[in-house]
């Protein structure tokens, strides 16, 4: 809650700041809103991005994940030994949530419950099929564990190799199209240095080419970040309420 509020306390002091700047540049009202609406568009789209970070995060650490309780489990540490070893030597952005399976797990000492929701707390969709592995492992018995968490890692490191390429050429098509968008806001800016512009824009006409000139760009945002989103892979094993009997 407090991150999110200080992001869109963040956006507003740019968007504030951005009319301020433009307005002491060309002195028009009209203009100086317009160009931070076009701020606000821009923000508004670039925070959509930083909201997957902790998706992000997650995806790049699941191979990392897998290989220390591969380490574990060739080391003779148990199930819950593993996980909870993940607490000082397991992926930063993870040790919290597997804090939390320690915590449950002293609390109730139920293994199934206590992964459940670190599932939940996860949920990704990688990290569903590594613990439907364990959870199979621990009823099945843990003789083919080894063999499975390899074959997963395998694969999970092959998916995040793909989207990575795919993201590196995506990210090269919209940062263009960002450019292109910015780049007559940026010939306006340069442009309302004179009066002459500043007077063309004060009119209703002028208004309504500001209108449309941010309606424009607002489609022209959508339909390129339509464009460069990779699909997410299905959570098959997603869940969404874990309760822990007191």
């Known amino acids: 809650m407090s991150n999110s509020l200080t992001s869109k306390s963040r956006t507003y002091i740019s968007v504030l700041m951005a009319a301020l700047l433009v307005f002491i540049i060309s002195g028009s009202i009209f203009i100086s809103i317009a160009f931070s609406a076009f701020i606000l568009i821009f923000l508004t789209f670039a925070q959509r991005k930083t909201n997957s970070k902790r998706t992000a995060a997650i995806e790049a650490s699941c191979p990392e994940l897998i290989d220390l309780l591969i380490s574990g489990a060739q080391s003779g540490l148990s199930l819950s030994e593993s996980l909870v070893s993940l607490i000082t030597r ?38 569903d099929l590594i613990f439907e592995a364990l959870q199979i492992s621990k009823v099945l018995g843990g003789a083919e564990l080894i063999s499975i968490l390899r074959l997963l890692g395998n694969y999970i490191r092959e998916d ?71 699909p997410e892979p299905n959570r098959i094993f997603g869940l969404t309420e874990v309760k822990l009997s007191h």
Request: glycine share 6%; proline share 4%; charged share 15%.
């Open 90 to 127: 397991g992926p930063e952005n993870l040790k919290e949530d597997f804090q939390g399976f320690k915590e449950d797990l002293l609390e109730h000492g139920d293994f199934d419950l206590a992964l459940r929701r670190v599932q939940i707390n996860l949920a990704h969709p990688n990290t």
């Open 160 to 230: 995040l190799t793909l989207r990575r390429e795919i993201a590196v050429k995506h990210n090269w098509i919209r940062n263009s199209a960002h450019m292109s968008a910015a780049a007559p806001w940026l010939l306006l800016l340069l442009l309302s240095t004179q009066p002459s512009t500043v007077e063309a824009f004060g009119t209703s006409t002028g208004i309504l080419i500001l209108l449309v000139g941010l309606g424009l760009t607002a489609a022209a945002y959508s339909w390129m970040n339509w464009l460069s989103h990779l």
